[in-house]
């Protein structure tokens, strides 16, 4: 006698057509799987809570306010992150870029961007949430003598963050500026005054990366910050440029030689003088035109950014 099997149904036939017509109910929505936020049985590897967890460089058009009233869309690149409990297997990553296109039509503020925060923290379930908003900031700048302009770009991030029940606004902005070297200077002035040769310093083009974080209820304009920069360091590279204005910016060059361990000092006075900023971070790098290596500084003032081992990219230039 022959046992009976039950029937195994059979799979179906595979269908390589798009189905353009078909449509999603609720009840099929909730028969999808969903690894990502299953059990805590499926997780992989340690059993330990992760940091940030999200999407980086999703992109999309943000209009902002200029100091002097008007305003601009620019392309924006956006990281989202939230922590995650160790007893979690994961995010729906999705999930953050909803939470911020809900906010992406209203003109920047930061204001807008800590109420997306507050959505990542609730639509995630999340005790940690951070947004960093990543553009290149173009300002109108007049050249030294000919009468001429053009725009300069500023690569800036603008990041609210939340941990441990502690909100950070912190704008990081990147400032490019040529550096010319105060010993090399000497040297050429020693070699023309005493051998009547004809000797040129050497100077570079030198990226400061400062990360401040923003106090109070009064705005920090990117304006102000361009401002507070040049007064620190005044030798910004230069958009329009005749022969009056490449003399201007050697004598310019001349004035304000400096190594890096000044320009460094130089921005931290800036920035301890000014009541919006609190802990702040300077990284400058001097991109030697003399040396097969840069000559880096690196600053901190208050416990936000202290640190004692450095990423291999801290100093690898502009953010953008």
């Given amino acids: 006698m022959t046992e009976s099997r039950p029937l195994i149904p059979a799979y179906p036939a595979l269908v390589r057509d798009y189905d353009a017509d078909f449509r999603v109910d609720d009840a099929y929505k909730a028969n999808l799987p969903d690894l990502q936020n299953g059990p805590a049985s499926l997780i992989v590897g340690a059993h330990a809570p992760i940091q940030h967890v999200g999407i980086s460089n999703f992109r999309l058009p943000i209009r902002y306010q200029t100091r002097d009233g008007g305003e ?125 040769r004809l000797a040129t310093p050497h100077s570079q083009r030198s990226v400061a990366r400062i990360s401040a974080v923003m106090l109070g209820p009064e705005k920090i304009w990117f304006e102000d910050m361009v401002e507070l920069c040049r007064r620190a360091v005044p030798t910004e590279t230069q958009v329009m440029v005749k022969r009056e204005d490449e003399q201007a910016f050697a004598e ?56 004692s081992s450095l990423d291999p990219m801290t100093f690898a230039g502009k953010m953008g």
């Avoid at 606004?169 to 005054?193: G, K």
């Avoid at 009541?275 to 901190?300: M, N, Y």
């Fill in 252 to 307: 310019l060059n001349a004035a304000n030689p400096i190594f890096v361990e000044d320009a460094v000092r130089a921005f931290a006075q800036e920035l301890q003088s000014d009541a919006r900023i609190g802990d702040f971070r300077i990284i400058a790098s001097h991109q030697e035109s003399l040396h097969s290596h840069d000559a880096v500084s690196l600053l901190t003032d208050g416990p936000t950014f202290a640190q």
């Fill in 72 to 196: 601009l869309t620019l392309e924006t690149s956006v990281t989202g992150t939230v922590s995650l409990e160790a007893d979690r297997k994961g995010i729906n990553m999705s999930r953050i870029m909803r939470s911020f296109y809900g906010h992406s039509e209203h003109l920047f503020s930061l204001k807008v961007l800590e109420a997306a925060l507050d959505d990542y923290k609730s639509d995630l379930d999340a005790f940690d949430a951070r947004i960093q908003m990543r553009f290149s900031y173009p300002i109108r700048v007049d050249s030294l003598r000919s009468g001429l302009s053009g725009w300069q770009y500023y690569d800036i991030a603008q990041e609210v963050l939340e941990h441990q029940g502690h909100r950070l606004r912190i704008m990081h902005f990147d400032y490019v500026y040529s550096s010319t070297c105060p010993c090399s200077l000497e040297l050429s002035e020693h070699a023309r005054e005493g051998r009547g």
